[in-house]
């Protein structure tokens, strides 16, 4: 073997028996207790080893830039207006110097995968594209880096955007994305963004239903034309804030629906819990949607990041173990079952959203995973279990020292 973690915990369970994990030619090769094969070893000491963390909505390319920003109604129009002032400036340096930094946090907390959300319009052109797309093969050693190519501030109100998604698109953007509630004729964004998806064979990922009155949904929409067009599987939708205002029936109603239509939902806490609730001054409500209640439903879902540093969000790390343990305290997660989900909607279950076959803790896969200074799944999602290392395609790509408390009588 090229390597052999030793004396890794990777069941739910803590009594069940340490495992090792052979990796060879950057495959995991072998999973089994007290592994009979030969190479450099690292002993893990009984810690938690899981498949590296699957960031799902990340907008690399506007991120960092709160220097520049206003952000004091702390609003969604202000964020929008503001982040459209300050993309005038941008440059394809200035993109990828600060996508770089917000990347290496990421790859510094353990992910492995990423779909990062980039927008185009007339504004910002292609520049944000040009920034970010070198990163893909830089970082390549640690990260696999998928496009989502989206229209922010509308795309039929918004002539010149509708090229520069298909612009995008043909120069590699994986997924086509979508901001309906930005656009003066929503319905018709998503006709188009499912026209375009058909026409390039790729998956759809929108920003969906952000607001708190759940009178009006696009929802259903996206689930009819997922359905009438065999998009099952392909399609995600962000945020949906809305279902965050909606009863408990309803809610399973909804979420059956989208079960049965294939379409995924990914939920944002940080930024949902920013920006919503501007409306009330006091009793402010939460914004989140219970993505756990949906999963019940049997609709596939994840937690991801969305934006770090700018007035959308004005905080963030990259730390998709800090989103998990944040989604669990906000929506109250109690329920053990639910709590492990917690840790799966950052691991597999963004996994199988972004369609990544090569995945997991198994023989034969890509070797991608975590190291977490814990001993269980649930202590990990509880205490923000710190990642110590973490490798990809079977090479360590970070690694940082376990804590040491310098005792009285110890050399500091
Ligand atoms: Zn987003």
Redesign the pocket.
Known sequence: MDMILRNARIDARSDTPLVDIGIENGRIRALEPELAATGAERDLGGRLVVPGFVES?I?LNKSGILERCRSERGDLEEAIGEVARAKAGFTPEDVYARGRRTLEKSIANGTTHMRT?LEVDPGIGLRGLDGIRPLIDEYRWAIDIEICVFPQEGLLNNPGTDELMVAALEQGARVVGAAPYTDSDPPAQIERVFELARAYDVDIDM?LDFGHDPSALDLEQVCTLTARHGWGGRVTI??VTKLAAVPHLRLAELGRRMADCGVALTV?PA?DLFLMGRHQEHSVMRGVTPAHRLLHAGVNCSLAT??VLNPFTPFGDCSLIRMANLYANICQVGARDDVLECLAMVTTRPAALMRLGDYGLAPGKQADLVVLDCTSRAQAVAELAEPLMAFKRGRASFERAPLCLNRPGRAA
């Open positions: 909505h907008h959300q920003h962000g945020h944002l930024t969305n934006n």
